[in-house]
């Protein structure tokens, strides 16, 4: 009799349960109706052709607005891997204003004095590189022989008149040396006066501080949406910093390691190459083939032997696959790890809207996509992508 009761109690109380999930479920039905929920998780054809359309608006705006939206991302970028010593400053009593012109004025003293130090062997480098050709196909003349015996054409018959005298005539200007010489004068002077912007805008986001995170926060409606814009501010602050700092370090490292083995192989130069080492490292991909390649075609031009003009090339290419499969992803973890095809391909398209430039900006700007995707929980999807 026991054990009946209690059988009863026990389909009462699961009858109760299912009615109450009933109640529930037709309470949402009511609440949402059918069909949205499905819609709300899965993106409309009209949401993402709002997507593709506001890509290529923001495409073709960095593509024409070149200079200025170049001044402005590197001014930017500098600044926020420059704000911890200004930071700093300002922990010890010096005001915003000297800190900032104390920081820009270091870093740009700096990269002059390295400009002047390795500018003047890069530049003898480049000016005796056409005359230096030749004199690379005769030292290693030997072995391409074979090649160029199969490739020699066939003797022919050449008369040739005594009787009238041979003419000379010097080249005479072409338009084309002129329109080379008008794109470089005007190249020198875009890229000057772009320095100059950069350098302003910099000092001014160094000198204004935290002013534009208190509009930001003015501007938001909620205490909510205050804190998550002031927890985004530092967490792309911080993400770019260190990002830089880590990978800084890593390459003046490598530059180290590398022009010490320059210097024991003979390789003339070695502080000049070293520097190239560690300015072309924060080029992904690219940077590494480029720098190999020229540090190969020195020793080619510099070293007697096959074996040691290589040597270097050779050193530089150990080094670089060290750091880039074993110190690297140590340092900086899972949190800078992004994934191989989306900066392949992100670099790419950087280099296709800005050159060279645009090479050195396209991690950091992906660090900074990867952070606010982070911290945003309708962008989880794209964080995710753009993670390893």
């Not at 039905?29 to 709002?50: D, F, K, M, Y």
């Not at 890593?250 to 210097?263: D, S, W």
């Not at 510099?302 to 992803?329: I, Q, R």
Request: glycine content about 6%.
């Amino acid at each position: 009799m026991k054990s009946f009761t209690e059988s009863a109690v026990v389909a009462e109380e699961d009858h109760e349960t299912e009615n109450l999930r009933q109640r529930e479920a037709v309470l949402i039905s009511r609440e949402i109706p059918n069909g949205h929920a499905a819609s709300a998780r899965t993106p409309t054809l009209s949401q993402v052709t709002q997507v593709i359309v506001i890509i290529a608006g923001v495409t073709a705006f960095a593509f024409f607005a070149r200079p200025i939206v170049l001044p402005v991302l590197m001014a930017w970028v500098a600044s926020m891997a420059l704000k911890p010593p200004v930071t700093w400053l300002r922990a010890h009593c010096v005001p915003t204003l000297p800190a900032a012109a104390i920081v820009v004025g270091i870093t740009c003293a700096a990269i002059l004095c390295a400009i002047g130090y390795l500018g003047r062997p890069a530049a003898d480098w480049i000016k005796s590189y056409p005359q230096a050709v030749p004199e690379l196909k005769q030292k290693f003349e030997h072995l391409f022989r074979p090649v160029t015996r199969l490739n020699l054409p066939a003797p022919a018959t050449v008369s040739v008149s005594t009787n009238q005298p041979v003419k000379f005539s010097l080249p005479a200007s072409s338009p084309a040396n002129d329109r080379i010489i008008t794109t470089v004068f005007n190249w020198t002077g875009t890229a000057l006066a772009g320095t100059i912007e950069t350098i302003a805008l910099l000092f001014l986001l160094l000198a204004s501080g935290d002013l534009f995170m208190q509009k930001l926060v003015r501007v938001m409606p909620t205490l909510h949406d205050k804190k998550r814009a002031v927890e985004l501010s530092h967490e792309i602050q911080q993400s770019i910093s260190s990002y830089l700092f880590a990978v800084g370090i890593i390459n003046l490292c490598l530059g180290a390691i590398v022009g010490a083995a320059f210097y024991l192989l003979g390789l003339p130069n070695p502080a000049m190459w070293a520097a190239v080492v560690t300015v072309v490292n924060f080029i992904p991909y690219f940077g590494p083939v480029v720098g190999i390649c020229a540090v190969a075609l020195a020793g080619l031009l510099s070293l007697d032997t096959v074996s040691l003009a290589l040597a270097p090339a050779g050193a530089y290419l150990v080094a670089h696959l060290f750091e880039a499969n074993l110190v690297t992803p140590y340092v900086l973890g899972r949190r800078f790890t992004l994934n191989p095809v989306i900066i392949f391909v992100f670099l790419i398209l950087c280099i296709w809207l800005w050159g060279v430039i645009g090479a050195f900006l396209a991690v950091p700007i992906l660090v900074t996509l990867k952070a606010i995707c982070d911290r945003i929980s309708t962008l989880s999807t794209v964080s995710e992508l753009l993670g390893s």
